[in-house]
């Protein structure tokens, strides 16, 4: 008797590049501001004026950080007769658990990003309205494959 695999999971690791990215931002934002410190300025421009440089480093750094940190990692996965949506943040995690055998919401949904370019995002709503998407690709046919994938995952 050959025992069956649940289908893999499905997962959106995209927010890891924007974790990542600010993780060194505000690396390096720390790092200038101790030199700034350490040296007195950068003796560039005036005091006040590199003095405001920095401030508004470190305000597009944390109003950054709050923004691609709120993004979240996600993964569904099959467990018996569960389907399980894992959303996964740096500090924090949420799962919420739906029945496999019921299809899920879910839906390809086309979106444009600050250039103008489209992104199709496999989008599920959970029973409590909330949406989350769990494959995002500028490939259409790679977000209704997705899509195809949850449904078997669902089944």
């Given at each position: 008797v050959t025992a069956t695999r649940p289908p893999?999971?499905?997962?959106n690791r995209s927010a890891l590049a924007g974790w990542v990215f600010m993780a060194i931002w505000i690396g390096m934002l720390v790092v200038f501001t101790r030199l700034f410190v350490r040296e007195g300025g950068f003796h560039q421009f005036s005091r006040e004026i590199e003095?405001?440089?920095?401030?508004?480093?470190?305000?597009?750094?944390?109003?950054?950080?709050?923004?691609?940190?709120?993004?979240?990692?996600?993964?569904?996965?099959?467990?018996?007769?569960?389907?399980?949506?894992?959303?996964?943040?740096?500090?924090?995690?949420?799962?919420h658990r739906l029945s496999a055998g019921t299809a899920p919401q879910a839906r390809?949904?086309?979106?444009?990003d600050s250039?103008?370019?489209?992104?199709?995002?496999?989008?599920?709503?959970l029973p409590g309205g909330q949406m989350v998407d769990v494959f995002r690709s500028p490939v259409q046919a790679?977000?209704?494959?997705?899509?195809?994938?949850?449904?078997r995952l669902a089944a």
């Open positions: 893999a999971p499905l997962t003095i405001a440089i920095m401030v508004l480093f470190w305000l597009g750094g944390v109003a950054g950080a709050v923004h691609v940190f709120a993004q979240p990692l996600v993964r569904v996965a099959r467990d018996g007769d569960t389907l399980i949506v894992t959303e996964r943040w740096p500090l924090s995690s949420r799962r390809v949904a086309a979106e444009r250039d103008g370019d489209t992104y199709y995002a496999c989008r599920l709503t790679e977000a209704e494959a997705a899509l195809a994938r949850l449904a």
